[in-house]
């Protein structure tokens, strides 16, 4: 039978406080806890129930006092040692840890760059170093911005080319008014640059662009980048050098035969569009020179009554703009056959057709 006695119990305490209060860590703290209060063997658990084994009444209940009084200082003592260990370990931590926040990232990065922000920053580190800046509009526009500046008027078969997505009422728009709709190009972005700075101006604007069209070669939603120069005496011969200029460094080729094919924008005149030499074989377009051509962009000198919409003289200023699909390019400059795949958040997809996200494209570093 085990039964307690006074001596013992100073004994015990006074071992406890002194080791407590000696400890150098959490862990050793924690060992001492275990002695003490552990479940099966702790020196207080056995003690506590042993306190029943004492016969005589008095000394029983005396014993117990003594019994808890110990036991809460002990238990007192471990949690102010804890406490102060803690701020000690964090101390000893935050002195011999160090992080050299200069390191560069790792270069195993889970994440992949879409082929679409690819190319868009592509397309802009290539007339970066033209001297064109990157300006931008709003993907929800007015149809006058949209269509009415660029010289589309209400009655205009253009604007039943486009596929408009017209924005339906909504508690700013109620009943829908035909004015708001979701831009089908970014050509409205020349007129609000226009309108904001003074000429010349020299920029491209990348961003996303809406049509009411859906099959295997249109998405409803897709990407353009649209480019603008204006100054004193541009000609056509800017216009044709630029564009050969960009599909060359593109395409990554020293000779990329490009055509000029009258075409038709109301905004531009003349109009053209560029075609690009290709060899198409069943399963791949392989560009240069072949028997093929490939459309890729429109473009076009900018049209006296879009310069007189944004307060610019014609007789003053001219210029050139072009517009070029996103996805178009990266599909043949990457061979991605399928369109639609583009959006379809597919891991896998993006796994294969993505990029890197630190190889940042630069002329020099490459493409
Ligand atoms: N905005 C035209 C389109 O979306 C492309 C274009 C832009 C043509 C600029 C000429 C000049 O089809």
Known sequence: MVTVTGAQLTEQFADFISRIQKATSTIELEAIDLEAFGKKSGVYTLLRKSLGNIPDVEERKKSGE?????????????????????????????????????????????????????????????FADMGFSVAEGPDIESDEMNFDKL?????????QMHDTFYL??????????????????????????????????????????????????????????????????IHMGHLKGCIIEFLKAFFELDNVPVRYRPSFFPFTEPSAEVDIGCTRSREEIKIGAGADWLEVMGCGMVHPNVLRNCGLDPNEWQGFAFGMGVERLAMLKYGIPDLRTFFESDARWLKHYGFDAL?????????
């Open 151 to 159: 010289n589309i008027p209400e009655s205009h078969p253009a604007r």
């Open 359 to 367: 190889a940042i494209p630069s002329l020099i570093g490459g493409l």
């Open 66 to 126: 003594r019994f808890n009084h110990d036991a809460r200082r002990v238990e007192q003592a471990l949690e102010d040692r804890r406490s102060d260990l803690k701020i000690l370990e964090l101390n000893e931590r935050l002195q011999t840890e160090t992080i050299d926040v200069t390191l560069p990232a790792r270069a195993e990065t889970q994440g992949k760059i879409h082929p679409v922000t690819q190319v868009i920053e592509e397309i802009t580190a290539i």
């Open 168 to 233: 339906q009422g909504n508690s700013n728009n109620p009943g829908g008014d035909g004015k708001t709709l979701l831009r089908t190009h970014t050509s409205p972005v020349q007129i609000r640059t226009m309108k904001a700075g003074k000429p010349p101006f020299r920029f491209i604007a990348p961003g996303s662009t809406y049509r009411c069209d859906s099959d295997i070669t249109h998405t409803p939603m897709f990407h353009q980048v649209e480019g603008f120069v204006i100054d004193k005496n």
